[in-house]
């Protein structure tokens, strides 16, 4: 068969995702360290295929099964037969991607380059369980995985060529961009939302209309279920995502109706609603599959998101050639700062407690928090 996506490596094993010639379905085949795999390879496989079984309460047959694998192997003997077999397109992403990678462990080794990648391109592997266990205890965690965050500050950067090479030219070079990013961050649920919002986004800007964010991400998060309904259940990252925007869309809506009575408190009530309104909405959700809840979250957030962007910033100016050393020098002291930040926060007392939630009071209580939110927004009035 061939693999069809980017080797998972992790510290002592890397996970394959293979497609057996003639079958759609795939099989996760798990091996060394001790051959290196890559897109496209096609191989032979001799081994023990066996069905996923479920741990911990954690449903993995279902989880896998969103991707279309049905089956494991585990440590069985692989051949590379040829390489180059996939689309080419994706194979040139994923040439960039490991570049990336690599020169950021070169310029920034260590923890920080591992926070920097996943801020990049939501890549977290390397980082120690202890500094992963910190971002979800402060309620951070969503820094480090590539969301529509990332994709709204690249399309603002982009908007600067319009000057330049015109409106036209400026929308189409922010629509190859926006799709050789989710490529590169490995086309995850939670990025190709964010993707589909930032390319219908785009369209109406080209077109003169307007743009109305709720229906944005619903028709967005409704065509993705269309196409694939196991991630309506099964893929916890698509869940957040869907649901943290339209907390945002929605809150907001209702924090401007709050600035009309304390006008002088309007940057401040800006600041911290976007915050707030993103952590009310998910919450359902977050104790429902992590079975904690961050009490040291708001004020986590607004110490630390002031930094991501300009780490994003320092962090992809630390990719050029001959001057990125010296923006990676900085970009490393702002990311020590962020961590210290964090680490200081999650070292609180009950900064982190236990809760727990079904599955079915999770979504009564989420859409009790949203059917509020849209109330009181301008589309609720409407």
Known sequence: ?????????????????????????????????????????????????????????????????????????KYPKIITLQGGEGFW??????????????????????????VL???????????????????????TSHILAVSGFN?????????????????????II?????????????????????????????????????????????????????QNPRLLYWDVGFQ????????IVWGMDVVGRVKEWFPRAGMLLQLVGVTVCALVATIPLSVWHFGQLSTVAVVANLLVLPFVEIIMALGLLALVPVIGMGFAYVCGLALTAMRWIVGGLAEVPFASVSASLSGSWAVAVLALVLGLLYLGSEDGER
């Open 240 to 247: 957040l995502s869907v649901v943290a925007t339209l907390g």
């Open 151 to 171: 994709v709204s500050i690249f399309i603002i950067w982009l908007s600067g060529l319009a000057a330049w090479v015109g409106r036209k030219r400026q929308l």
């Open 1 to 73: 068969g061939v693999i069809v996506v980017d080797p998972d490596v992790r510290q002592t094993s890397q996970m394959l995702t293979v497609r057996p010639d003639g079958f759609s379905e795939r099989v996760l085949v798990t091996t060394t360290l001790a051959s290196a795999f890559a897109y496209g390879d096609r191989v032979w496989v001799r081994g023990k295929v066996a069905a996923p079984e479920p741990f911990n309460g954690f449903d993995y047959p279902g989880f896998l099964a969103r991707a279309q694998v049905y089956t494991v192997m």
């Open 117 to 139: 990648l996943g801020m990049l391109i939501g890549q977290k592997r390397g980082l120690p369980a202890e500094s992963l266990d910190d971002f979800v205890r402060t309620g």
């Open 174 to 226: 922010s629509a190859v961009a926006v799709v050789c990013f989710a490529g590169i961050s490995g086309f995850s649920a939670a990025v190709i939302r964010a993707s589909c919002m930032g390319l219908l986004l785009l369209v109406s800007f080209g077109q003169g209309r307007l743009y109305i964010p709720a229906a944005a991400v619903m028709l967005a998060a409704a065509g993705m279920v269309f």
């Open 89 to 114: 397109g994706m194979r040139g992403l994923l040439h960039i991607k490991h570049w990336v990678v690599d020169t950021v462990h070169k310029r920034m080794p260590g923890e920080n380059g591992d």
